[in-house]
């Protein structure tokens, strides 16, 4: 068998281990990524690109310490989005330079004087009648609109420019394939058997979203343990040119719909719907689901004609740390068993935090220099198609 040795080994490539494979190359560390799927083909392509700032997570009026991580995040993308950041996502393409939050009726006055204090002051903005984007410039719009100091971003572009850089470094394999040499916790061989190969990992990240429920029991980690949230989306592909990015604020302290749009390769747009329409959905089927949501965007948006539009739905769930603060999670999860690290960003936009703590748990070794191509014959695995490309295909 043929031995090689790195400082970091990462398993999954959606978004966690992509950014944390670029930020550990440029820190010098020798580490490589294995994708037993496709790139970005977990949760992150069925993401809906927002670069949350936790606005999101303050509307029961409460803005927690903790959420002063996730209020840095839409920065640190924008330094990257503007070439002078820790990643250089420069080729990324930005579908919303904000995300708004509008309410049919007026906010609560509650929620008015809360936006209107100090720890919000840049965050949101309430936005005039002639700036308001198209889709809410219908005279029968009669309800409030805030502007977000949060982005929305193509997913699959941030894939790519995620991958270009460290492309040398990324393999195809399913690491529940591999035979483990283990000592307590500590992970001390990954046997590539049909490859005839051993890989030596000075840490093992394992930002393999849902697939960690496998890699726990093939390494026998018990804790932390992982959970699912189920969400049921929806897809609405129409003839309108009308780029709609936002929370439709009800009067429970979590938005009734998101909404953000899709680009697609005929030309049309697609849009794509969250919130609580989708987290409400997961027992209905896709026929009741897909009523559901006619009936909500009917009501949200009665002067759109969408009697021509496509529908589909998309199960998901979202793989999350089991904690009960999952609720409203506003840093990433990294946790430390043996030279295994267990993470979930829990947010795309909080990538940059996963990789902060991630490679705090790692070390140089001059020993781990083996050359990454010598995985050559393991291949590269292909970037993940939109789903909203492959739904309406
Ligand atoms: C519907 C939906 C909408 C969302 N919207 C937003 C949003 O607007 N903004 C935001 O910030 N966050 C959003 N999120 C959350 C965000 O998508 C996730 O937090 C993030 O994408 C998780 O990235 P990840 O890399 O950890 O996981 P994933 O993208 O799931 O990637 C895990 C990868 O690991 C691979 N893998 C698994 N097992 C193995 C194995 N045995 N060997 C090798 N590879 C393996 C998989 O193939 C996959 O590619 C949303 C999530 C969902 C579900």
Known sequence: ???????????????????????????GYNAILLEKDTLGGGQTIRS??????????????????ASNTIKEMPQRWRDCLEGKGEIDLTDVNILSDAHY?????????????????KAFRGRVEEVKK??????FQ?????????????????????????RKPVEDRIYQYDFTQAEIEQNGEQISAINLQDNNLKLIPGKLLLTSGEGFEKIA?????????????PLHMVMVKHNHNLPTFAHCIGTGSKPVATITTHPCSDGKQIWYLGGDVAETGVDRSNEEQIAYAQ???????????LSTAEWRCLRVDRAEPKQSTLVRPDSAFAQQVGNCIVSWPTKLALSPDLADQALE???????????PSELSELGKPATTQPVWETSFA
């Open 361 to 371: 748990f790692c070390q140089h070794n001059a020993e781990n220099s083996s050359e």
């Open 48 to 65: 809906q690109g927002i670069i949350h700032g936790g606005t999101k997570y303050a509307l029961n009026g409460v803005l927690t310490q």
């Open 101 to 117: 939050m509008w309410s049919k009726g007026s906010l609560g006055s509650k929620m008015t004087t809360f936006f209107a204090t």
């Open 295 to 305: 009936k909500a965007i009917s009501d949200l948006l009665p002067w759109i004609d």
């Open 130 to 135: 002639e700036k308001r984007p198209t889709v």
């Open 138 to 162: 219908n005279k029968a719009f009669k309800g409030s609109l805030y502007r977000l100091n949060e982005l929305v971003l193509d997913v699959p572009s941030v894939v790519d420019a995620l």
């Open 1 to 27: 068998m043929k031995i090689l040795k790195f400082d970091l080994i990462i398993v999954g490539g959606g978004v966690a281990g992509l950014w944390t494979l670029n930020r550990a190359v440029q820190s």
């Open 217 to 229: 029991s093939q390494l026998k980690i018990e804790q932390p343990e992982m959970q699912r949230r």
